[in-house]
């Protein structure tokens, strides 16, 4: 039984050809011999007269023609060619290492000192917050965005950066700069985080004081919240919420605001009718007030 089968799309000049294997966790689409210098199979592609362009991605090829022949005259044929030519490889790329199409695209925030970057690409699986340079030395990306004079604090999570800027320039000056920048970086494969990287222990603004989380069952209960229905929403507008502490005799729950939630002029607003009033409707009767130590 062939490993590949051939499926047609809803554009009549382009024909899949799909295999039983991953072929790609990435996607690749290629329209000359030059683009496809990571993959010898489509460079032989692009030597048929009729070859217009290529994409790659997960499990399949898909060819697109030029309007100089029909699929039925040629599809065997080069159904043939992936069987023979994966029978003798592994794998359809070259050794070297696959390079992914970086994008990166800017949104705007409720904050209006801070834009979102938001890439196709996981940066952390932490949530890193740096508000000067110097805390920037075990996250390489985020010690060279400190180098543009403009970048006051820098908040990586997932697939996105946060950077919040000095007040005195306008996001149109520096958009694009920036977003060439982190897209370049991204691009070289660079470190994005060092593996000696330690978060600092959180304190309140203007106290030497650390908080260490609280762990009772009402305090797992808030943090389910903040997780399920709270930190979705936060990380929309390229921000973070960290739970620290409750106080049972008061009701109190203290959180860090991070990112572009951090100094935001809507932050009160959102930790009152948005953070607070959750808590109180999905845990009625255990929560007072939510407090931003920061």
């Not at 005195?168 to 985080?193: C, G, P």
């Amino acid at each position: 039984m062939s490993k590949i089968k051939i499926k047609n799309t809803g554009n009549s000049a382009i024909l899949k050809f799909v295999f039983k294997s991953i072929l790609t966790q990435n996607s690749f689409e290629y329209n000359s011999i030059e683009d496809a210098s990571n993959s010898p199979l489509i460079q032989q592609l692009f030597h048929l007269p009729f070859v217009k362009k290529v994409f790659v991605t997960a499990n399949f090829i898909a060819i697109e023609k030029f309007d100089i022949l029909e699929w039925t005259e040629v599809q065997d044929e080069i159904k043939e060619m992936f069987e023979n030519y994966i029978s003798q490889n592994k794998s359809i790329f070259s050794k070297e290492k696959e390079k992914t199409l970086i994008e990166v695209y800017a949104e705007g925030t409720p904050n209006p000192n801070v834009q979102k970057f938001v890439t196709n690409k996981l940066l952390s699986n932490k949530n890193i917050e740096l508000t000067n340079k110097a805390d920037a030395k075990e996250v390489p990306l985020a010690l060279e965005l400190f180098e543009f004079p403009f970048v006051k604090e820098v908040f990586i999570s997932d697939n996105y950066v946060s950077i919040q800027k000095t007040p005195e320039i306008d996001w149109f000056e520096i958009n694009t700069a920036l977003r060439d920048f982190i897209k370049e970086y991204l691009q070289s494969d660079r470190r994005i985080v060092g593996k000696n990287y330690v978060a600092k222990q959180i304190h309140a603004d203007n106290t030497k004081q650390a908080y260490t989380p609280t762990n009772d069952a009402t305090s797992k209960e808030i943090i389910a919240v903040l997780e399920e229905y709270i930190k979705p929403a936060v990380a929309g507008d390229g921000g973070n919420i960290q739970f620290l502490s409750y106080i049972p005799e008061t009701k109190e729950v203290n959180v860090i605001l991070q990112g572009a939630c951090n100094g935001c002029p809507s932050s009160t607003i959102t930790l009152k009718n948005g953070i607070e009033a959750t808590l109180k409707q999905l845990l009625p009767g255990k929560i007072g007030t939510v407090n931003a130590l920061n």
